[in-house]
C-alpha cells in the first residue's frame, strides 16, 4: 500500500472519532495527538473544546478500510503519557481500589462534578436506547 492510501485511509479512521461521545459537538480530527503507533494500530487522544471531556481511541487502519474504538476519559494527554511510564497494575492494586470503593462515598476520591457528568452521560445513553 502506498504512503498516499495509508495516508487517506488513517484520515478516515480519524473521520470515526470526529465527535464528542458527551455533548456531541464535532471537532477537528486533526486536534487528535499521537500516543502510540503499533503497525496498523494508532492510540489517540482527543479533547472536546466545548465540554473538555477526552476520548482514548484506537484506530486500526488497513487496505481493507479503518476502524475504531473510544473509551471516555478524565485523562490529559500528560496524564496518559505519565501513565504509560508507569508500572503495571498489580492485582492487589486492584483489590486495594476496590476496598476503597466499598468503604466510603467515591465521589470525593474523583471530585463531585465527575461524578454527576459521569452520571449525566449515562442517563443520556439509557434515554437513547429506550
Known amino acids: 500500500m502506498?504512503?498516499?492510501q495509508s495516508s487517506d485511509l488513517f484520515n478516515e479512521g480519524?473521520?470515526?472519532v470526529s465527535y464528542c461521545p458527551v455533548c456531541e459537538t464535532r471537532y477537528n480530527p486533526m486536534e487528535a495527538r499521537m500516543l502510540?503507533?503499533?503497525?496498523e494500530t494508532?492510540?489517540?487522544h482527543v479533547k472536546c473544546r466545548k465540554c473538555q471531556n477526552s476520548?482514548?481511541?484506537v484506530v486500526l487502519v488497513n487496505e481493507v478500510g479503518a476502524s475504531s474504538v473510544g473509551l471516555l476519559t478524565d485523562l490529559s494527554?500528560?496524564?496518559?503519557m505519565q501513565f504509560r511510564s508507569n508500572k503495571n497494575v498489580s492485582v492487589d492494586d486492584v483489590i486495594d481500589v476496590h476496598k476503597q470503593l466499598e468503604e466510603g462515598d467515591w465521589t470525593h476520591m474523583v471530585g463531585r462534578r465527575r461524578a454527576e457528568r459521569v452520571k449525566r452521560v449515562a442517563q443520556k445513553q439509557k434515554?437513547?436506547?429506550q
Not at 502510540?36 to 503497525?39: D, L, W
Open 2 to 4: 502506498s504512503s498516499k
Open 14 to 16: 480519524l473521520k470515526l
Open 36 to 39: 502510540g503507533q503499533e503497525g
Open 42 to 44: 494508532h492510540l489517540l
Open 55 to 57: 476520548i482514548l481511541a
Open 77 to 80: 494527554y500528560e496524564d496518559v
Open 127 to 129: 434515554k437513547k436506547t
